[in-house]
């Protein structure tokens, strides 16, 4: 499936950003009186809208070209929620999402570094590195920030995945934030991100977050996740306006149904 373009700065978007959640509850009054409230996920529907401002001609090109193939509101696409966390339930690694080797053992309801409950603790029973991750359905070219706070009883390290490309970053004994930016492999249709802890180690863990941009921004727990498959674009025209020499602006709207 075609996904929408990032930027020449490996970014989705820029500030500001607005996006709306519009969902439905259901409600059945009874005979009685009473009435029962259900929530209706088939029709929660997203929208943000990107205001762009000093585009180059190639990036306003790239969005152009994009338009013409979306034949503006007709086609899907994936889009890559800029102001989410792509990972789904961040906080819970004891969800279906998540993968995690045989060796790999999770204790939650571990301290947080804010003050909270929500950190894990992952310990490898095996002989060898053991990872948790998750695959996502996002286009493998694009550039992604990987990060998550991290901290062990003793010092030691973990090694950050993005598709089949890894790095090392340091674990101590006080809680702190690593991240790794790479892409994934240019011709897959998903990404798997992990974090492999090695043979015999213990490593606690909180805020893991995936974003498709360069650098982490503050940490985002999330349920849904921040892949959005089946997105379409809200309108007909692109218009793009010349405001200098190699200086371009537009606004594009886009639109997740649930229900479409």
Not at 22 to 49: C, F, H, M, Y
Request: include cysteine; glycine fraction near 10%.
């Amino acid at each position: 499936m075609a996904a929408y373009p990032q930027l020449e700065s490996g970014a989705l978007s820029q500030f500001p950003v607005r996006k709306t959640r519009r969902a439905r509850t259901v409600v059945n009054q009874a005979a009685d009186g009473s009435t029962i409230k259900l929530a209706d996920p088939a029709a929660l529907v997203t929208e943000w809208v990107l205001a762009y401002t000093d585009l180059s001609d190639e990036e306003a090109a790239a969005l152009r070209a994009f338009f013409i193939a979306a034949e503006g509101t007709l086609n899907s696409f994936t889009f890559l929620d800029p102001a989410g966390n792509l990972l789904a339930w961040s906080d819970q690694l004891d969800q279906a999402a998540w993968q995690k080797d045989p060796l790999l053992s999770l204790t939650g309801s571990v301290a947080d570094p804010r003050g909270g409950t929500s950190a894990w603790r992952l310990t490898n029973g095996g002989g060898a590195a053991q990872s948790a991750g998750q695959t996502l359905a996002a286009p493998g070219g694009y550039q992604y920030c990987l990060s998550a706070y991290v901290r062990a009883a003793t010092a030691t390290s973990v090694r950050l995945t993005v598709g089949s490309q890894g790095a090392a970053r340091a674990v101590t004994s006080d809680w702190t934030r690593i991240a790794w930016t790479s892409t994934g492999d240019a011709q897959a249709t998903s990404v798997r991100f992990g974090m492999e802890i090695g043979a015999g180690d213990a490593v606690e863990v909180y805020g893991l977050q995936v974003e498709a941009q360069t650098a982490a921004s503050g940490y985002k727990a999330s349920t849904l996740g921040g892949v959005y498959e089946d997105a379409h674009l809200g309108d007909d025209v692109l218009a793009i306006t010349s405001t200098d020499v190699n200086r371009n602006s537009c606004t594009v709207k886009i639109i997740h149904a649930n229900h479409l």
